[in-house]
């Protein structure tokens, strides 16, 4: 089975996701959950890359990153996995004893109006919606509660959002997403699907090269004779 495409191109706004090898948890203590955030502190100076919000999770983390240059998510994304596999493995003196994560990063582009809204909402909201604190705020690793341009602890620093955030914001990620909005959150994040209004979705998925992620899944339905 062929990769699904995937669009890299500057100036769009991305989610992108990648989670542990086996769904193992990685993140099992405070000190994995800092070291990887120190890794991220370190992708996004090194690469001048806009994070707009995050959440790790303990087997899986997801990212809001809106790259200046086309090439540049790639190379954020790979020089943040691969640092921190090799940083990871170092610390329980494991080098070389197979791979951290599933495999290459999953993404898609996100319009940025209030569908930028409803991702920050998902990605923030991620720990609630597992189960693992009953407050998103509470959750001590990821953005919500941390102001832009300030520093997220150990270093991690956030960028504004090209429109205006929202009012009463931690009510809002509190707030259960509505049922058509996780149902596209989630076919964007299996397929790779541009995230927005139908017309800038065509359009997008167009220029991107993504065409295939909106078709329908499945073979198509033989006709029959005579129709």
């Not at 001048?48 to 959440?55: E, G, N, P, Q, V």
């Not at 540049?72 to 994560?101: E, K, N, V």
């Not at 705020?137 to 929202?166: D, N, Y």
Request: some cysteine; aromatic content about 10%.
């Amino acid at each position: 089975m062929s990769r699904p495409p995937r669009a890299a191109e500057g100036g769009l706004i991305y989610h992108a996701l990648n989670r542990a090898n086996a769904r193992l948890t990685i993140f099992g203590d405070d000190g994995d959950f800092e070291a990887f955030e120190r890794v991220l502190a370190e992708a996004v100076t090194r690469y001048d890359m806009r994070l707009l919000a995050y959440c790790v999770m303990p087997n899986h983390f997801h990212l809001v990153l809106w790259p200046h240059a086309d090439g540049d998510l790639s190379l954020f994304m790979r020089w943040l996995t691969m640092t921190h596999t090799q940083r990871w493995h170092a610390h329980r003196h494991s080098a070389g004893s197979g791979h951290l994560y599933q495999g290459r990063f999953k993404s898609f582009p996100v319009q940025g109006d209030d569908h930028l809204v409803t991702v920050c909402r998902y990605v923030e909201r991620n720990a609630l919606r597992a189960g693992l604190t009953t407050q998103a705020e509470q959750w001590r690793w990821g953005s919500l509660g941390r102001a832009p341009t300030k520093k997220a602890s150990p270093g991690v620093s956030l960028s504004r959002w090209p429109i205006p955030r929202p009012r009463h914001w931690i009510e809002r990620v509190n707030a259960p997403l509505s049922v058509a909005e996780e149902e596209a959150m989630q076919r964007a994040i299996t397929r790779g699907q541009p995230f927005g209004t139908p017309d800038w979705q065509m359009t997008t998925a167009t220029r991107l090269g993504l065409g295939s992620t909106l078709q329908p899944i499945g073979r198509p339905k033989k006709q029959k004779n005579g129709s």
